[in-house]
């Protein structure tokens, strides 16, 4: 059974740092695709935004303005995915949800992913 448990969220002021977490078990992970979406408030399930994401080859994607900012990586046998937010802003604030799958649309749409985490909040104050 496929499993993603993200940890690492938290209460930041503005310009902080914090690093996801995500343990994937229970998969043959040749040709996986990994992300981490984003949920504000009051947005939809369908609303998720792509933050970061990572091809079964190692390329990375990110979503607009969060490169330089937000890095995405892999542990060991891509058992672990993180996801490092640097000078993070309030607009910040959302549930992040890693997701994995394999690699069949482009990898930032969320609807190409059929795994996901239980959701780690991340809240940035001003």
């Known amino acids: 059974q496929v499993e993603l448990v993200d940890s690492g969220g938290g209460s930041v002021a503005a310009g902080g740092s914090l690093r996801l977490s995500c343990e994937v078990s229970g998969w043959n992970l040749d040709g996986v695709c990994f992300g981490w979406f984003r949920q504000a408030p009051g947005k939809e399930r369908e609303e998720r935004e792509g933050?970061?994401?990572?091809?079964?080859?190692?390329?990375?994607y990110y979503g607009s303005s969060l490169q330089g900012r937000f890095h995405i990586s892999q542990g060991n046998a891509k058992k672990a995915l993180y996801l490092q937010m640097n000078d993070l802003k309030p607009e910040d604030t959302a549930m992040y949800y890693c997701a994995a799958d394999y690699c069949r649309g482009p990898p930032l749409v969320g609807r190409f992913y059929t795994y996901w985490g239980q959701g780690t909040q991340v809240s940035v104050s001003s």
């Open positions: 933050v970061a994401a990572i091809s079964a080859g190692g390329a990375t």
